[in-house]
């Protein structure tokens, strides 16, 4: 049986302005690291939030809203931990059903344009079909984080390969890296290796193998540059509207 989060009552909870979170399913992937959620456990973290010891951005209170589950039912003790809590029901959520809303009740911070700009796009079919067809709202809408399962690509073989651990990466790179890295001071100590040979002759020299670690650390600023450069100007660039010719 899927348990209701509004009625865990062993949850990572906490408070915000007067309204309570169950953020148990969050805590692993909060940015802070999960431990920093544990330690203000069933307290209010409203102040926490704004100041020290990092203030929060518009999108991580979109998240957290997302994890509201009911009202403080009475007030903070001296720590300011929770004594009393009042949580919303399924009679509350179908009480508080629109059309506008899909059937979900927003919470404080959650506000009613957030839900529409959220269901611009249906959350149970691929995502990549229907982002193009946004248009001038897209810039509007990547900038809503949501906490909710999702398929990129219809095709089952593309979703699979476009998901992997962090530690896939490594494990498959590195010895290709090693390796080209081995063939390429191998060829540096032959002292056959000329650079700048058809692109400016006058800088023309040959490479030796004392060279590699320079010629790897300038490789690699390079490539760490062209995909800054990708990602802030062209995967990050503003949608141009439409406009009547």
Not at 197 to 225: D, E, I, N, Q, R
Request: hydrophobic share 40%.
């Amino acid at each position: 049986m899927c348990e209701n989060r509004s009625r865990r009552t062993d949850g990572l909870r906490m408070v915000h302005a007067g309204k309570v979170y169950d953020v148990t399913d969050f805590a692993q992937r909060h940015p802070g690291g999960q431990v920093v959620l544990q330690k203000y456990r069933n307290q209010d973290i409203t102040a926490i939030m704004k100041g020290h010891p990092h203030q929060h951005s518009a999108a991580a209170y979109t998240i957290l809203a997302q994890y509201y589950v009911g009202e403080t039912g009475g007030a903070a003790d001296t720590n300011a931990n929770v004594k009393d809590v009042r949580h919303r029901t399924v009679t509350d959520l179908q009480n508080g059903s629109s059309s506008a809303t899909n059937g979900r009740v927003p919470s404080v911070g959650y506000s009613s344009r957030q839900m529409v700009i959220e269901n611009l796009i249906d959350w149970q079919q691929p995502l990549l079909a229907q982002v193009g067809q946004l248009g001038d709202k897209y810039e509007e809408w990547v900038h809503y984080p949501v906490e909710k399962p999702y398929r990129m690509f219809s095709s089952d073989v593309f979703e699979f390969f476009s998901r992997c651990p962090w530690y896939l990466v490594p494990t498959l790179w590195l010895p290709v890296a090693m390796y080209l890295a081995f063939t390429s001071v191998a060829e540096l100590q032959q002292g056959q290796v000329q650079v700048f040979t058809h692109t400016c002759s006058a800088l023309k020299f040959t490479a030796t193998a004392p060279l590699f670690p320079v010629m790897f650390a300038l490789g690699l600023l390079l490539w760490t540059f062209s995909e800054y450069c990708l990602h802030r100007f062209l995967f990050h660039s503003t949608t141009v509207r439409n406009r009547q010719v």
